[in-house]
């Protein structure tokens, strides 16, 4: 296991992050952390100094490899921008496959082609969301997306390759995974979180802001319109994204939607395990419930019977109409049987279509010159 991997894991598993800040606990954990942070920080330079000198080699797939991540612990809305970056892709006409590392699955060891029957203990949640918001529109052509889940991304690309014909690859958070050569680098930083960029243990930063000069486009991501800025200064490409709800379903049967206006003038009481707790809040917030609470659990976090009877207890505490959770919760709660009506709410990202179009154009020029190359 990587240093960086075992910093995200302690910090994720022991608390919600973003909730530390709250009750002051962050103020005296940035403060014992410092010494840490500098040197994960000198481990962090040297090695994309080896990189970026040559002296370790990435490896090259027989294919368009677009990586899409960023340099903090979660919570920026990666997910549901490599779902639309595949979307636009597929319907571009590119044969698209995506990767994901089935970050704490018991399979992440071996390449796993993500199906209806996948359980999330094999592939991941967040490969088991990327996959069901993929298959949810049958009349899409992005039920032809395949997701294929393995830490080895050099690995599960080449299965991508050889099994689907797949030529263009998006890596799911692969910002950091530099053991694999891209084509285009996208890079998700959540608005306003360069104001205080602490490398980790210390803060929630993976990479210095330095490090975005790998990157070809920037997206600054935010919870609602509202919350978006445009402060980042940049070279490269920068483009504000915000979401928004699109559907609410039963978790038993998500085949059946909910009109999302449901959630307005009702009692929402509200859990998730996700990096960034407060957007969901504030997304949730934003359709205008009468009253709203949240039950913040770590960032991808196994439910128990345990969980079910706090969150059932607290629900009705709280005289909730609605329960709801997200859909990278959702493959983690089926079993709760014979339990209120719990659902789950899929969101989307609003993104300038200048956006697409440019990854459009990158792609289709970096493929017109691999094809020159090999004439």
């Avoid at 990189?51 to 990666?78: H, M, R």
């Avoid at 997206?219 to 940049?234: A, E, G, V």
């Amino acid at each position: 296991m990587s240093i960086r991997l075992f910093l995200e894991q302690s910090i994720t598993r022991s608390y919600p992050f973003s909730s530390w800040w709250k009750n002051g606990i962050a103020v005296v954990i940035c403060i014992l952390f410092i010494p840490f942070s500098w040197l994960y920080s000198l481990v962090v330079f040297s090695r994309n100094t080896l990189y970026d000198l040559g002296w370790l080699k990435p490896k090259i797939l027989p294919s368009q490899v677009i990586s899409v991540g960023n340099i903090t612990v979660g919570g920026t809305g990666k997910t549901p921008h490599v779902v639309y970056l595949a979307k636009f892709l597929d319907q571009k006409g590119f044969r698209v496959a995506v990767l994901t590392a089935g970050y704490r699955s018991k399979s992440n060891k071996q390449v796993v082609v993500v199906s209806d029957d996948t359980p999330v203990s094999v592939c991941g949640d967040e490969a088991l969301m990327i996959y069901r918001q993929l298959t949810a529109d049958q009349s899409q052509k992005s039920r032809n997306v395949p997701v294929l889940s393995c830490r080895n991304r050099y690995q599960s690309g080449l299965q991508a390759v050889h099994q689907f014909g797949s030529e263009v690859l998006i890596v799911d958070d692969g910002f950091q995974h530099r053991q694999l050569e891209r084509m285009i680098d996208i890079v998700l930083i959540k608005s306003g979180n360069h104001l205080a960029p602490k490398l980790l243990p210390a803060g929630a930063f993976r990479e210095p802001l330095s490090s975005l000069g790998r990157a070809d486009i920037i997206i600054q991501s935010s919870p609602t319109k509202l919350d978006s800025t445009d402060n980042l200064d940049t070279n490269q490409p920068v483009f504000n994204s915000y979401y928004r709800a699109t559907r609410l379903y039963p978790i038993h049967a998500p085949e059946r939607q909910i009109n999302i206006d449901e959630i307005k003038g009702a009692r929402v009481f509200a859990f998730c395990g996700i990096g960034n707790p407060s957007g969901f809040s504030k997304l949730v917030q934003n359709l205008d419930p009468s009253n709203f609470s949240l039950m913040i659990f770590s960032d991808h976090h196994q439910y128990d019977m345990t969980d079910l009877q706090r969150i059932h207890q607290a629900s009705v505490s709280f005289g909730a109409d609605l329960i709801i959770t997200t859909e990278k919760d959702q493959p983690k709660i089926t079993t709760w049987n014979n339990q209120p009506n719990i659902y789950a709410v899929s969101v989307e990202p609003v993104i300038p279509e200048a956006f697409g179009l440019l990854v459009d154009t990158l792609l289709r020029k970096g493929i017109g010159e691999t094809k020159a190359s090999m004439e």
